[in-house]
């Protein structure tokens, strides 16, 4: 009982400090650590890219370019695949995390309990699902991402060894993110951090020491995911966070609906993301395998260029709920407009030099030149348009907290969706592979039209909100 009255205390003050400290600084504590937790957890996913691209060594180069460029197109192929898992994953966790931050900007614990238990649960039995469907039909799914007969063995060898580790990763993704919806965000990072440098640790040691190739690269991630699990749940006991017990699991419409209008935009982008994936794949094959291996190592490194941007808006995202759940609607602007601000900052920061240096970029993740030398031109391509997406991802993460579903789920299709899929699907037929490179560019041109109305129509109902 006296733990239960200290975890109270300390949720309530966690509310009061939410909704009172200087939303900048509140920003800035849960940033770091969240951006820290999003880069390490990306440069993993590029490590898988990176190990595998060094494989083969001793052998003829003509032999060592060929099964790196198999290697490298198997992983990207399955990239969209880990899309899929991560949409349902962040699905379920923001969709309960939203509602919690809500909940408790609004003291209702148990409310929140429920809801939170009840993601957990979903996103373990829809894992299940998913693993059970995808190794049953693991031939189909492969040829569906992308994939063609000359790295089809490397890809089934590398998606099979994921799949059976997806129950525990979506559920790794839900407690993360409850927690850090939560304002807990320091053990959410251990636990996901722990588990990724394990995992890199891991891929060094399987791929290159033990020879294991892409089945290597897999097993170490799924350890990885299983060792962030373990620590995440720790730390939800450890920490005041709402706990996850079974005897709060409900098959609720409430609780559904909840989670359902929480995770909706995150299940679309996620989602959308895997169908672009899969498509760009699809046009790329075309050209060859080094085009498909190429454009693998270019959405690699924009993802881990995004992250930063990503982990800023998990920042805000809790200050953004508490306060929108106790109706404090000029600090959620403020803190909103602050994001913005020093997001684009940051990206323009980074995206200078990476435009300067993208041939050395692109050339760490193989010895292929026909991958570096198609690799660097697409990522100065999409380097161009990076910017604008400062204002779309803290546009977007605004929205789906305030639980505004409709128009948090259009901007969170758009970029991968609305945009992409078209313009991948159409550009290549009017400019060939350079058409390939465009496509996302120019989806971020079209995302950036899209989404400046919608976010400066839900600002001015914040505005009458305040004066009222």
């Known amino acids: 009982m006296a733990d239960v009255k200290s975890a109270e205390a300390q949720r309530q003050q966690r509310r009061i400090k939410m909704t009172t400290e200087p939303v900048e600084k509140l920003i800035l504590k849960l940033a ?48 969209s695949l880990m899309a899929v898992i991560q949409a349902f994953g962040f699905f379920f966790g923001h969709g309960s995390g939203n509602y919690v931050s809500r909940a408790l900007g609004q003291n209702n614990v148990k409310m929140a309990e429920t809801v939170a238990t009840s993601g957990f649960f979903y996103s373990v039995i829809t894992g299940i699902l998913i693993a059970v469907l995808g190794l049953t039909f693991d031939n189909q799914l492969a040829a569906v991402l992308g994939c063609n007969p000359d790295f089809e063995k490397e890809t089934l060898q590398y998606m099979n060894i994921i799949l059976l580790g997806t129950p525990l990763n979506m559920a790794s993704i839900v407690l993360n993110n409850q927690m850090r919806f939560q304002g807990n965000a320091t053990f959410a990072v251990v636990g996901i951090s722990t588990g990724a440098v394990l995992n890199i640790a891991l891929d060094a040691w399987f791929v290159l020491g033990l020879k294991m190739g892409v089945s290597g690269a897999a097993l170490a991630t799924v350890i990885g995911q299983m060792v962030s699990f373990c620590l995440l749940l720790i730390g939800i006991e450890k920490s005041d966070c709402i706990k996850i017990r079974l005897k709060n699991l409900r098959f609720s419409r409430f609780a559904i609906s909840e989670i359902f209008k929480g995770g909706l935009p995150s299940l679309g982008r996620q989602g959308l993301s895997s169908v672009s994936i899969a498509c760009l794949n699809n046009m790329a094959k075309g050209y060859g395998t080094p085009a498909v291996a190429a454009m693998s190592v270019v959405s690699r490194i924009m ?15 809790p200050v953004c709920g508490f306060n929108y759940g106790a109706r404090l609607y000029g600090r959620v602007k403020s803190a909103f407009w602050f994001c913005v601000k020093w997001a684009l900052v940051f990206i323009i920061g980074i995206s200078i030099p990476a435009f300067i240096f993208s041939r050395q970029i692109t050339g760490i993740f193989s010895e292929s030149q026909d991958i570096a030398d198609i690799a660097y031109i697409a990522m100065r391509y999409q380097l161009v348009t990076f910017p604008v997406m400062a204002f779309v991802v803290m546009s977007n993460m605004m929205l789906q907290t305030m639980g505004r579903v409709m128009s948090a789920t259009i901007l969170a299709i758009a970029r991968n969706g609305l945009t992409f899929i078209p313009a991948i ?40 909100e305040t004066k009222t």
């Open 425 to 464: 699907l159409i550009l290549p037929h009017i400019f060939e592979f350079t058409g390939v490179m465009l496509a996302q560019p120019v989806a971020d041109i079209l995302t950036i039209i899209l989404s400046v109305p919608i976010t400066v129509k839900v600002l001015k109902e914040l505005e009458k």
């Open 32 to 79: 770091i650590p969240t951006i820290i937790s999003m880069l390490i957890t990306t440069f993993y996913n590029m490590a898988d890219t990176y190990f595998v691209g060094q494989i083969g060594a001793g052998l003829e180069l003509s032999v060592r370019q060929q099964m790196q460029e198999a290697a490298i197109s198997a992983v990207g192929v399955v990239m």
């Open 303 to 317: 993802l881990f260029a995004a992250s930063t941007l990503i982990g800023f808006g998990q920042g805000f995202q």
